[in-house]
């Protein structure tokens, strides 16, 4: 036989050797090579995993692997993906030589512990031990060990438990053991805490120092044997030098008990904290929206019984703009100011709360007849509205209030409370700084109110929203200068007025969107206009307090292919009243681009005069009013031909509106007015008709001119 022959046997009886061993360890064995390839494994291996004896190979990917092994039903918990992303990991993490463990659950849910070590020469060894029985053995064991512990925590807390005083006293009443906190509650003396003390002694001890609020020594002992004879847990609290104490009793089997005591005072004086800020109002200390109401259920009875009660719901005028413009540190303080004004209103019976924002109620009761209600509304007006001194500046708010009194208007606290909302929305819609009673049909009114809200918010998916089209007659040109868009909608087979809608689009912030779309249909349908025919937009206060307003006429103009100077935006002087920079930035920057700026309703606010010089309008629209007794009052003349002449100072012009017979023509042309509109010469039309009546226009101006020439 030659060497390299003999060489060669060597080898293989060494790999025979090699896989024999593989084959008969009691657990599974595989290797990893660096590049994750399958280098070796055994029987068990494949038989933990579930693989068939010809599903693996010899340089085998680890992801084949995984793959394989998840189609098997192993680590159920994760995607093939996952559990490769996370076992890659795990291998690359630990190439230091070092053995790392980790577990995963295998088909039919047994319990597989693998551990690998990383070799230069081989890759990752791994071994695969299946430990179900064996944590199934340790969780037995465990039980046990629960359950001899449940038999020795009476001890074990005693000698341990540090958090509670604890004491053990045998069959006998003689002390065993205690704990030092049982000594630091009751300040007992080192004499009470030798094992053997008698519990009398200490018992006499704690009577000595106050733990007994009443009754003979020997009553108070007679009691805490009463306790230990009737060998059942018992909890109690007792006081002890203005502290609180819980003491709970625990009888053991010999005869002997453990006693634990705990100093809960603090804990009570959290509690009782706890309980009052749930139902008080954290920044005023008053009783805030459950506590009201649980007060009020308290007085359903009598109500029933027919005793009469009134519930006021009050509400802050002008706090929003407070907290807006002055910040919320103003605002809390002008709530405080406030809570302590009303509380100021009220009687010893009475319950004032914070529902939470700037809204409070009162629950007054007993109440005598309606007009007791009345007069504290009307003190709560008053005190509400004189001004308040915060931070060195004046404030001024005021207060509008909703009465509802029962059992009149209601018996149960829903139907009060409602009704009451009610009457305080009415008093809010006119004009705030007032009370109002409830009424019969104020329901009706708000119900009407939410459904034309809600249709609202879909007005403009449904396309229910339209523009008609009034124009301006311009005096010296003798034609339509300028036509104002005005806005209408048709819903649920009706025209809902103006006058109905835009208040609430504007409460809700729907304004923004409804006026934007006003803004671009209006250019869009002056593009089609013949001449330079202006088109007038009115612009909601809201509109202003969204920052892209300029940067939306900029992309309506360029939309529509028209002129900046083709469009007019009027304004009331609403809009001025806080003298805004950003309003007034904003009306600039759109003056600068050619946009005509025109005051609506003038002469119908507070000081039209000043807000005059605070921005160079470049028209002054006279409010209709001023033209109802213009030919029968000399007055009303004069205030129209002042006006005109102030806006021709100024240099700006003047629309005189309302405008309805020749006579109220003819005198406001010799004043000077710059255009007119109103029903003498065109209601507002819709779009086609404005068309053919400008185009009318258009044919009048060309032949005039053609004649002038």
Not at 199 to 208: N, R
Not at 248 to 258: A, I, L, N, T
Request: hydrophobic share 40%; with cysteine; charged share 25%.
């Amino acid at each position: 036989m030659r060497a390299e022959d003999a060489g060669s046997l060597s080898e293989m009886a060494e790999a025979l050797l090699l896989d024999a061993a593989l084959e008969n360890i009691p657990y599974g064995f595989c290797v990893w090579s660096p590049q994750f390839r399958l280098v070796m494994w055994n029987k068990n291996w494949r038989d933990i995993y579930g693989f068939a004896s010809d599903a693996v190979y010899r340089g085998m990917s680890l992801e084949e692997v995984v793959q394989l092994s998840a189609q098997m039903g192993n680590h159920p918990d994760q995607s093939a993906a996952e559990f490769y992303e996370s076992y890659t990991a795990d291998l690359l993490a630990n190439r230091s030589g070092a053995r790392t463990k980790s577990q995963e659950v295998v088909h039919g849910g047994r319990t597989i512990e693998t551990a690998h070590v990383y070799s230069t020469a081989l890759g990752w060894v791994v071994t695969h031990e299946d430990i179900t029985d064996e944590i199934a053995r340790t969780e037995v064991v465990q039980k046990r060990k629960l359950e001899l512990e449940r038999q020795n925590i009476r001890l074990d807390a005693a000698v341990n438990n540090i958090s509670q005083g604890l004491c053990m006293m045998d069959a006998k009443g003689r002390l065993v053991i205690c704990n030092e906190p049982y000594a630091r509650i009751y300040d007992l003396p080192d004499k009470l805490l030798r094992p053997g003390t008698h519990l009398e002694d200490i018992l006499s001890h704690l009577f000595d120092v106050g733990m007994s609020a009443g009754g003979t020594r020997e009553e108070y002992i007679a009691w805490r044997r009463d306790v230990i004879n009737r060998r059942e847990y018992g909890k109690n609290i007792h006081e002890l030098n203005n502290r609180t104490i819980m003491m709970q009793h625990h009888p053991m089997k010999d005869g002997g008990w453990v006693s634990t005591h705990e100093d809960i005072t603090e804990q009570r004086q959290n509690e009782a904290r706890i309980r009052h800020l749930a139902r008080h109002d954290a920044l005023t200390d008053l009783p805030n929206r459950i506590e009201f109401l649980e007060q009020m259920a308290k007085t359903e009875t009598g109500l029933s019984r027919g005793e009469m009660a009134a519930v006021l719901y009050i509400d802050l005028d002008h706090f929003k703009a407070v907290n807006d413009t002055l910040g919320h540190a103003v605002g809390d303080e002008v709530i405080k100011q406030a809570s302590a004004r009303l509380w100021g209103t009220t009687r010893e019976t009475d319950v004032l709360a914070r529902l939470g924002g700037d809204e409070f109620a009162l629950l007054m009761r007993p109440v005598e007849n309606v007009a007791d209600a009345a007069k504290v509304a009307d003190r709560i007006i008053k005190a509400i509205g004189a001004p308040m001194h915060i931070g060195g500046q004046q404030i001024e708010i005021g207060a509008s209030v909703g009465i509802a009194v029962g059992p009149g208007d209601g018996i149960k606290t829903d139907t009060l409370v409602k009704n009451a909302d009610l009457a305080l929305y009415k008093a809010k819609s006119e004009g705030r700084s007032t009370y109002h009673f409830f009424e019969a049909g104020m329901d009706a009114d708000l119900q009407q109110r939410r459904s034309i809200e809600a249709g609202l918010r879909l007005a403009l998916q449904r396309n229910e929203l339209r523009l008609v089209f009034q124009p301006l007659l311009g005096l010296e040109e003798n034609r339509v200068t300028c036509v104002e868009a005005l806005l209408r909608w048709d819903h649920e087979d009706r025209t809902i007025s103006p006058v109905e809608f835009i208040p609430i689009a504007e409460e809700t912030g729907l304004i923004v969107a409804i006026g934007e779309w006003v803004l671009r249909e209006a250019l869009k349908t002056a593009a089609t206009w013949p001449g330079d025919v202006r088109v007038a937009v009115n612009l909601s206060p809201m509109q202003f307090k969204h920052r892209d307003l300029v940067a939306t006429v900029k992309s309506a103009l360029a939309e529509a292919r028209v002129s900046a100077t083709r469009l007019e935006l009027e304004i009331t002087e609403s809009l001025l009243l806080s003298e805004n920079e950003t309003t007034l930035k904003a009306l600039h920057e759109l003056r600068a681009m050619g946009v005509r700026i025109s005051m609506d309703d003038f002469g119908t606010g507070y000081s039209s005069l000043s807000y005059l010089s605070s921005f160079p309008f470049d028209k002054i629209k006279i409010d209709r009013s001023f033209m109802r007794d213009l030919t029968s009052r000399k007055d009303s003349q004069a205030i129209i031909q002042a006006v005109i002449g102030l806006g021709r100072s100024l240099g700006m012009t003047t629309t005189t509106e309302g405008v309805e017979t020749e006579e109220q023509l003819e005198l406001v042309r010799a004043h000077g007015a710059t255009e007119v509109q109103g029903f003498l010469f065109s209601p507002p039309l819709p779009p086609a008709a404005l068309a053919n009546l400008l185009h009318s226009d258009m044919v009048k101006l060309q032949v005039e001119r053609k004649r002038a020439s």
